[in-house]
């Protein structure tokens, strides 16, 4: 709360936002912000040596909220020409990393506002609220292309790294860090940590109840992530434009692009798909096993699931407690058994004779189940996309 609306502390290293310069993408610009500066000063932000290459630096500002301005661009940047190479999102940013063609461009988007001085007629000094974010961008060929992406995005403390700091006793230190990995359960570690270096979810306490918009969001992003490279397997996000489809999922709430998105695409049950009786999501409420698997099963067949009955289920899975499974989720944890070794209650039980559908799941284990999206000899795991990005890390920089 204290850093909401705060006064921009670094408004006096922008020139006037007179002019904005002449190689800027003007596809890159936000319909509804004003620019107000060009960083003067390069020092700064000096060239990269390797690539001999120059940061043009711009500040924009819009009344629209954070969400709707990081929402705009996550989409822009995987259409068209762009292809999106980094995304880091914190509790304080999200700084997303895009090329096209020798073009670099990185946007910076604060998750707070910042008041801004009205720049026309006599205001007397007054500020507004406003949403305060930067694009950077840079031409030219890097020969420093083979450095992982989301090793080069900036933090603060960083020569090049810009937007308001945020409190940084919000972000977890190196020590929470490692207190949190330790206390991942051991048989979930391997998954865990792989998922976790795809650089798309904050663990924060793995053995703490996730909530059900908390992994629809989790879900989109490492199911795009691992397609990354396959437009077509990936989950479109929702514009926050769209009616929304759940009555207590407004527009306005954060994980609002990823479950209208589900809803949409037809993944999860709502109004849309026929389900009446859903028109509610309940974003904040614990999500339970068996609510995990109505939602990824379908996304890892990609397809309708076939109606089966409690009886089939008992023979495929021996659980002593099949019955207690709700009717709308027997079909996904029938059709899970056929992914072998992959199927998500493996990695999520190991060997069991109870499921507990209604039991609350902990983020170490939504984390284990988003390891692997797809079929077996079809699907991608968090590992198989981390060893390809290795190699071709390795093949470019030899």
């Known amino acids: 709360m204290q ?16 002019a904005l310069p002449k190689d800027f993408p003007t596809d890159l610009s936000y319909p509804n912000a004003n620019l107000q500066g060009v960083q003067q000063n390069q020092s700064n932000l000096p060239s990269d040596s390797k690539s001999q290459r120059s940061t043009q630096q711009t500040r924009w500002a819009t009344p629209d909220n954070s969400q709707k301005v990081q929402q705009y661009y996550s989409e822009l940047l995987q259409k068209g020409s762009w292809q999106l190479s980094g995304r880091k999102l914190s509790q304080q940013q999200l700084i997303l990393l895009a090329k096209r063609d020798r073009l670099q461009v990185r946007v910076t988007i604060p998750a707070t506002g910042t008041l801004v001085p009205i720049q026309t007629g006599n205001n007397g000094g007054r500020r507004i609220p406003m949403t305060v974010f930067f694009i950077d961008y840079s031409q ?23 937007g308001p700091v ?15 990995s330790a206390e991942v359960p051991t048989a979930l570690k391997t998954y865990v940590n792989d998922v976790q270096r ?65 809803a949409e695409a037809g993944f999860i049950p709502s109004p849309l798909s026929g389900d009446a009786d859903q028109a509610t999501f309940q974003a904040n409420k614990p999500l339970t096993r068996e609510i995990l698997l109505s939602w990824k099963v379908p996304i890892d067949l990609r397809k309708i699931l076939p109606s089966t009955t409690t009886t089939k ?63 077996a000899g079809e699907g991608y795991s968090a590992k198989d996309v981390l060893r390809a990005e290795q190699q071709a890390e390795a093949a470019s920089s030899s």
């Open 198 to 262: 795809l650089k798309v979810i904050d663990l924060g306490n793995p053995n703490q109840p996730i909530q059900r918009g908390t992994f629809a969001r989790w879900l989109v992003e490492t199911n795009n992530r691992l397609y990354q490279d396959r437009p077509t397997q990936q989950i479109r996000l929702a514009a926050t434009s769209q009616t929304p489809v759940f009555k207590d999922v407004p527009s306005s709430n954060p994980n609002f692009p990823y479950i209208q998105g589900l």
């Open 313 to 375: 289920v008992q023979e495929v899975w021996g659980f002593k407690d099949t019955k207690q499974i709700s009717s709308p989720a027997l079909s996904a944890i029938f059709a899970d058994h056929n992914n072998g070794e992959l199927a998500n209650i493996r990695r999520l039980l190991g060997s069991a004779l109870l499921l507990q559908p209604k039991k609350p799941v902990t983020r170490a284990e939504a984390a284990a189940t988003l390891w692997f999206i797809g079929v």
């Open 140 to 162: 030219g060929k890097s020969s420093s292309s083979s450095e992982s992406p989301t090793k080069s995005l900036p933090q603060p403390g960083d020569l090049d790294f810009i």
């Open 3 to 18: 850093q909401a609306f705060s006064a921009d502390p670094q408004a006096s290293q922008w020139s006037s936002p007179s």
């Open 166 to 180: 945020a409190n940084q006793a919000s972000e977890p230190s190196k020590d929470e860090t490692s207190q949190n």
